[in-house]
């Protein structure tokens, strides 16, 4: 069957607006579009790839999984399953883990424990504070913890009980939290919201509130965790311990799984039956997951983050000045973000679609941030030969007014 990117038009719903270019192939960090023309990629499917396409040994893993089981469901447990929880537990503060299939469905596992945890001390202690510019799934639940108005309009009555601050406003907080707080959710870097990093003593002031009102703090780590921040987990850089955490994306290295890690009294709320998932533990996937977090959990390899993501930065930051498009990189680790200069405002699509007219692929983080997520352990070669021709289609575009006026 003959299938183009005017296939989708006709057989997809419409809620995706994706590129005209339809990949067929990847291998490392480079991808193959159906006319055979190469890209790099320092999107990483939306800080998922982590360790680039076909990596070996996930596709070893894989490929050894899936002859010999596939599927069970939660009425038993398997042997992948066990193995990837306890390695989890072993690496992080967490005590115990519920596995599910994606970083919204461990978002929903997380604010429902949160509500749950609550009520058992008081009905009225079921208020949960988030962040403006958040982004935590696309449920209807996790929309709303997100406080971001463009994602819940039309979907409306949303669910109550969700209070949204400024994000990184220790005072805020601290005159929002109540005994009425079960949670305060948040992202050590926003991600959707602009790739803005928690202060030190933002992420130590919710944490102090939380014992202080005997509420729960939640780390949402979906896009932050699994070496991506140059440790397994963000929280380990900031050295503050949340309650719970949920991560996903990453995890899997592009084979969909996602977690909640929770200390053993925030997970002693979901007793038999509060909660589940028909897919959640599926052996395929944490056979994938445990051999990313097997290669990943690396002194060697998380080391190397920071040394990529320091090249990288210094290249965006390079070429910000020879263009004046774009303010001071941001990030933590391979989470990187590029402010559009106050000339360039509103135009980080632009700069994707010139990337990707040269060969290089890159995300937005909303219309003022160019966002890049490449694998962990990306060449020097290929951030060398991404940074380059990101810079050609930047200089082109730059160029396209100046040759249009003469």
Known sequence: MNVTRSTFNEVMVPNYQPADIVPVRGEGSRLWDQAGREYVDFAGGIAVTLLGHCHPKLVAALTEQAGKLWHLSNVMTNEPALRLAKKLVDATFADRVFFCNSGAEANEAAFKLARRYGNAIDPAKHEIIAFYNAFHGRTLFTVSVGGQAKYTQGFEPIPGGIRHLPFNDV?????????????????????????????????????????????????????????RSGHLYAYQHYGVAPDVLTTAKGLGGGFPIGAMLATQAAADVLAFGTHGSTYGGNPLACAVAEAVIDTVNDPAVLAGVTHRAQLIRDGLDSI????????????????????MSEAWKGRSKDIVNAGLAQGVWALVAGPDVLRLAPSLVISEADIAEGLRRLEAGIAKLVEAPKAAAA
């Open 171 to 227: 005072a805020a907080l601290e005159a929002a939290v109540s005994s009425n707080t079960c949670a305060i959710v948040l992202e050590p870097v926003q991600g959707e919201g602009g790739i803005m990093p928690a202060s030190t003593a933002f992420m130590a002031a919710a944490r102090r509130l939380a014992d202080q009102h005997k509420a729960l703090l939640i780390f949402d780590e979906v896009q932050t965790g699994v070496g």
């Open 320 to 339: 910000g000045r020879r263009y004046g498009v774009f303010a001071p990189s941001r990030g933590l680790g391979l989470l990187i973000g590029a402010p």
